[in-house]
């Protein structure tokens, strides 16, 4: 079945540091990448969508000059979380959604994100 | 704008019962529903995705229901054990833009189950 994986699987950071997670399709190509993030006890919130080759739409409220997406190849998108702050700390979590319109999201296993 | 509810939001039964789970949402315009399963600090697992042509799907004990007229969709669990204890989200799709696209999907917040051994 179709794989996705996230690295790291965990971070913690200092305030105003950087940090980038990473988000791979291992066994296919996806045209488009999801970025959700999830509070605790909270649903998943989509943040933006990534399209290969083009730049992210982001969702309503989503800073994006903060939340900076790349998605240069088929297999492979980057969140990079810029001058994190503690209330950036959560679950990120990316689907990936194979090409050809089959419309199905295969998600990844979430990185953690603690900020200092 | 679409709403995802999902009642209870937690729900703890004793091994063995059968249980369902409900999941309601406020714009009967979608292309799919799908339920997902996610243990604490992982990523979901996609159980059953029912198309908005179809009523209902089944795997193994999980048999899920929509009634898109009425923007209502069921998990039904048959036989619960332990190892089924974790957190179930629904989530609908949206359909695509003018172009076509990839929409998104919205999620519920999720119910939490608790099977006792």
């Known amino acids: 079945g179709a794989v996705v994986s996230q690295h790291p699987s965990r971070v913690i950071c200092k305030s105003g540091t950087s940090v980038k997670i990473e988000c791979r399709s291992l066994?296919?190509?996806?045209?488009?990448m999801f970025w959700y993030r999830q509070f605790p006890k909270q649903s998943l919130m989509l943040m933006a969508t990534?399209?290969?080759?083009?730049?992210?739409?982001?969702e309503q409220g989503v800073e994006k000059d903060k939340f900076l997406i790349n998605h240069a190849s088929l297999t492979l998108s980057t969140l990079t979380v810029t001058s994190a702050h503690p209330e950036d700390s959560s679950f990120y979590i990316c689907?990936?959604?194979?090409?050809?319109?089959?419309?199905?999201?295969?998600f990844g296993p979430g990185t953690r994100l603690t900020v200092l | 704008k679409q709403e995802v509810t999902q009642i209870p939001a937690a729900l703890s039964v004793p091994e063995g019962e059968n249980l369902v789970l409900n999941c309601s949402f406020t714009?009967?315009?979608?292309?799919?529903l799908q339920w997902f399963r996610q243990d604490p600090g992982k990523g979901l697992t996609s159980l059953l995705l029912?198309?908005?042509?179809?009523r209902e799907q089944t795997s193994g004990r999980l048999n899920a229901s929509l009634d898109k007229s009425s923007g209502r969709s069921t998990l039904y669990i048959a036989a619960s054990q332990p190892g089924d204890s974790a957190t179930y989200l629904c989530?609908?799709?949206?359909?695509?833009?003018?172009?076509?696209?990839?929409?998104?999907?919205?999620f519920g917040k999720g119910t939490k189950l608790t099977v006792n051994p």
């Open positions: 689907s990936a959604e194979t090409s050809g319109g089959a419309n199905t999201q295969y």
């Open positions: 066994d296919f190509q996806a045209t488009t």
């Open positions: 990534s399209n290969e080759g083009s730049k992210a739409t982001y």
């Open positions: 714009d009967s315009a979608i292309y799919n």
């Open positions: 029912i198309q908005s042509s179809q």
């Open positions: 989530a609908v799709r949206l359909f695509g833009g003018s172009q076509g696209g990839s929409e998104k999907l919205v």
